[in-house]
T-cell receptor, first 115, second 112 residues
Framework: DAGVIQSPRHEVTEMGQEVTLRCKPI?????LFWYRQTMMRGLELLIY????????DSGMPEDRFSAKMPNASFSTLKIQPSEPRDSAVYFC?????????????FGEGSRLTVL | AQSVTQLGSHVSVSEGALVLLRCNYS??????LFWYVQYPNQGLQLLLK??????LVKGINGFEAEFKKSETSFHLTKPSAHMSDAAEYFC??????????FGDGTTLTVKP
């Protein structure tokens, strides 16, 4: 079975540019999570969806960040405009759903560098 | 509210020695507890989990952890470290099936 697929794996961009990160969750999983990992702040939950509906976006840093899940097999995290402090590894994770024990399946991450 | 504290951001052991990574949690209700491992340039992958039942849980690669409610702990152990165990380890707590809270991580170094 394919795992969680993220793209791009690496992105280098200049301050002010728009960045779009993509995620394909594991088929059949009902919950999708976006995390950000940095040395300073560790793993931070940005937002999570259940059945394509955003449930908790309290971790989204500010209005420059937005996330969508138009269908069960695709999600995007967009940063516009990007800033150097957004440099981090962004992980997408999926989970079987509300009846499960909360185990997360992570993608390999998208490493973002904003110059 | 829930929180996780991992004691020791770096742990170093010799190959063949006991591995002990400490995790304490706080939770207002019985939690689900997890250990994940992260190898360089990879995502996190599940090592083991505690949900209900037996308090000693076994995971992959010879790791195990014991849920101790009275101590609010879920320490990770392995009797004999291998070079391939060098990685970062994260303890996480989840209430019901909602969002997980992760500890800050412990980097395990294994010396030959």
């Amino acid at each position: 079975d394919a795992g969680v697929i993220q793209s791009p794996r690496h992105e280098v961009t200049e301050m002010g540019q728009e960045v779009t990160l993509r995620c394909k969750p594991i088929s059949g999983h009902n919950s999708l999570f976006w995390y950000r990992q940095t040395m300073m702040r560790g793993l931070e939950l940005l937002i999570y969806f259940n059945n394509n509906v955003p449930i908790d976006d309290s971790g989204m840093p500010e209005d420059r960040f937005s996330a969508k899940m138009p269908n069960a097999s695709f999600s995007t995290l967009k940063i516009q405009p990007s800033e150097p402090r957004d440099s981090a590894v962004y992980f997408c994770a999926s989970s079987p759903g509300t009846s499960n024990t909360g185990e997360l399946f992570f993608g390999e991450g998208s490493r973002l560098t904003v110059l | 509210a829930q929180s996780v504290t991992q004691l020791g951001s770096h742990v170093s052991v010799s190959e063949g020695a006991l591995v002990l990574l400490r995790c304490n949690y706080s939770s207002s209700v019985p939690p689900y507890l997890f250990w994940y491992v992260q190898y360089p340039n990879q995502g996190l992958q599940l090592l083991l989990k505690y949900t209900t039942g037996a308090t000693l849980v076994k995971g992959i690669n010879g790791f195990e952890a014991e849920f101790k409610k009275s101590e609010t702990s879920f320490h990770l152990t392995k009797p004999s470290a291998h070079m391939s165990d060098a990685a970062e380890y994260f303890c996480a707590v989840t209430l019901l099936a909602g969002k997980s809270t992760f500890g800050d991580g412990t980097t395990l170094t294994v010396k030959p």
